[in-house]
């Protein structure tokens, strides 16, 4: 029978890896999240199987409640939502692998190997900053804590401390594995640290924070395959941490941050604007209304538009995609450059396009597209704003200077779409509304786009 | 250190590579459908969740299991639908 079991877990893992390698393409990604979804039911029947299970009363209880939960909130969040939906299961992985290192835990104790032991202690510490990490960073995703950056007294001697008390009592506990208080402090200061760890990061940041802890998420499925002595755990874990790694990897490159800076909370102290106004002291800007517009539009042969978030929060997807409808049956050439962080997650932006009936084929990555600005008659920008600064090529004294942009500014013509002068995420004054191939579509974009759309058919 | 443990470890490294090879090879635009699936995958805690749960005995080790047995099953179905919900939206037209 163990064999079996074994044998299984195997197959359950290659499953696992055979998924991942088909999200190598969107035309095989659904049959990969199907394999990913099979190797899971596989891993599940078999465990139940297992001759240490003796009673089922409680498992048919966690299973239905879970279930439920689970299809209840993957049927019901918003595309928009999706951040705060990775962000709480991840936490909710995380809490499952403290859950099991501690129930492990008093199930064997006193006698612990020191090997399982640390094992127990690395699975709390990095189970307990998911669980209450991700709850945070959903939190400030969904509204219900503050997303700015907050700085809090003795904020990193505090943090050190605690991290410095959990790895030396977590030492000790390895050692004399009887101590059970000692192990149920030291959840308790990961739970903390996961609080504390998340609080100081900036809403803008939360791409990097959200990637960071699904890794974590990951590692923690790793810890407690070594206190199971599993390797599918160990397996999955590793996919999962090494996923979320490089995720976390291509964010911060992406804002040009290092991964130290987003996590110490830095980059809104670096914003300079005067509180509660705004100035414009770069010149003038030309503003351009519906009707003008859709004469540019009429005549140009190729269109590559850019959105970012504000686009969503306008809900202006559908309108987009109307334009891109309407342009193409006139023959001009439309396409999408999507910056990495022009959502609120890694490819978040182009699940909103897709759910807009956009075709995937249209999108193009920052690197693949933004060498044709330069033969482009009209970039339009909806929504983005940091992400197509010219500042940041140039300007040494910007705090986006060196981030990667979209150099929309090479069009022949860039139009803007926002709703005033505002400047966007991170603080600063825009130089691109006010070069001399930039007009000024002010208005909601959902209005405003669909104004455009029908004064383009009346031509 | 014994060899069971070492195994462990040799498994743990090598399924990082391996990890690696996959990811880098998921272009950006599936990015998010790729957090939510391999969220999805480091649901398998549920392996030891069940394991905890399971015993026979009512003892803290069996609601902690409890506990882990839902939270788990939260992310495995919610982190695989949620997955298919998005997937199924990528089309070529």
Not at chain 1, 160 to 186: C, D, K, M, Q
Not at chain 1, 445 to 457: C, D, M, Q, T, Y
Not at chain 2, 35 to 52: D, E, F, H, K, R
Request: glycine content about 10%; some cysteine.
């Amino acid at each position: 029978m163990r064999i079996i079991i074994e044998i299984s877990y195997l197959i359950s893992s290659i499953f696992f890896i055979l998924g991942i390698k088909k999200l190598s393409s969107p035309k095989t990604a659904r049959q990969g999240n199907l394999y990913a979804a099979v190797g899971m039911a596989i891993a599940i029947i078999v465990t139940l199987l297992d001759q240490h299970i003796l009673t089922y009363e409680w498992i048919i209880i966690g299973v239905i409640i879970g279930s439920a939960a689970g299809t209840i909130l993957a049927l019901r969040v918003p595309m928009t939502g999706m951040p705060q939906m990775v962000g709480m299961l991840n936490g909710f992985g995380g809490g499952a692998s403290t859950l099991v290192a501690l129930s492990e835990f008093y199930k064997i104790t006193p006698n612990i190997p020191v090997n399982t032991g640390i094992a127990i202690i690395l699975s709390l510490l990095i189970g307990g900053i998911t669980f209450t990490g991700s709850m945070i960073a959903f939190g400030k995703l969904q509204g219900l804590v503050t997303g700015k950056v907050v700085k809090y007294p003795l904020q990193h001697p505090l943090n050190a401390l605690l991290l410095l008390f959990v790895l030396g009592s977590g030492a000790y506990v390895a050692a004399n594995p009887e101590s059970v208080e000692l192990t149920l402090l030291i959840t308790f200061a990961a739970l903390i640290l996961g609080i504390l760890l998340v609080l100081p990061i900036g809403g803008a940041d939360m791409p990097v924070a959200i990637s960071l802890l699904n890794s974590y998420s990951g590692l923690a499925g790793s810890t407690t395959g070594f206190v199971l002595q599993n390797n599918e755990l160990i397996i999955a874990g590793a996919l999962v941490g090494a996923s979320g790694i490089i995720l976390t990897n291509i964010m911060c490159k992406a804002m040009n941050r290092s991964l130290m800076n987003v996590l110490l909370g830095g980059w809104a102290s670096a914003g300079s604007l005067p509180e509660g106004g705004v100035v414009h002291p770069m010149g003038d800007v030309k503003a351009v209304d519906s009707e003008e517009l859709a004469m540019l539009f009429d005549v140009s042969s190729s269109v590559i538009i850019v959105p970012g978030y504000g686009m969503a929060v306008a809900q202006a997807q559908h309108a987009v995609r109307d334009l891109t409808n309407i342009l193409e049956k006139k023959g001009v050439n439309v396409r999408f450059a999507i910056h990495p962080v022009a959502g609120r997650m890694p490819g978040h932006m182009n699940v909103l396009l897709a759910e807009a009936n956009v075709s995937y084929e249209k999108l193009y990555a920052l690197e693949d597209i933004n060498d044709d600005f330069n033969n482009t008659d009209i970039a339009f920008v909806v929504g983005a704003n940091d992400v197509v600064n010219p500042a940041a090529r140039h300007d040494k004294s910007s705090p986006i200077y060196g981030m990667p942009i979209l150099n929309v500014d090479y069009a022949k013509i860039v139009v803007v779409n926002k709703r005033s002068l505002n400047p966007g995420y991170a603080g600063i004054e825009n130089e691109l509304f006010f070069k001399p191939n930039t007009l000024m579509y002010f208005g909601d974009s959902k209005e405003a786009i669909s104004k455009l759309v029908n004064e383009i058919k009346n031509i | 250190m014994d060899g069971t443990f070492l195994m462990l470890i040799y498994v743990f490294v090598l399924a990082i590579f391996v990890g690696f090879e996959l990811i880098t090879k998921v272009p950006p635009t599936l990015h998010t459908p790729l957090m939510s699936g391999s969220n999805a995958i480091s649901g398998i805690t549920i392996i030891g969740a069940l394991l905890s749960a399971g015993m026979e005995q009512y003892t803290i080790s069996t609601i902690l299991g409890l506990v882990a047995v839902i939270f788990a099953m939260i992310n495995v179905v919610g982190g695989f639908l949620v997955t298919d919900r998005m997937l199924k939206m990528f089309k070529k037209r």
